[in-house]
């Protein structure tokens, strides 16, 4: 049975992250591939949307489960880019 999973796409002006569960990362043995190009916060990843994202789609449709994106967009500079980078250090 396939699966949906519907996640946050938040745009600045200049960039675009994709927000997910560092868990989902990991269930899909892809945090290793994570740049640091991406951002975390808490337990969630903000995966940079020219090479990071490709990763998650790409296993998640091996895994068999559909992504779809809620846009938001900000004129101004995202919060994110404040966030710490992302690393598997204490993940």
Request: glycine share 8%; net charge positive; hydrophobic share 35%.
């Amino acid at each position: 049975m396939a699966r949906s999973l519907t996640l946050n796409y938040y745009q600045d002006p200049g960039h675009g992250w994709v927000r997910v569960s560092v868990g989902l990362l990991h269930g899909l043995k892809i945090a290793g591939d994570i740049s640091p190009y991406s951002y975390r916060r808490e337990d969630y990843a903000y995966l940079e949307e020219d090479c990071d994202l490709s990763h998650l789609l790409t296993a998640a449709q091996a895994a068999g489960i559909t992504i779809k994106l809620k846009q938001f967009h900000t004129n101004k500079q995202s919060k994110i880019r404040a966030y710490d980078q992302f690393n598997l250090r204490g993940v």
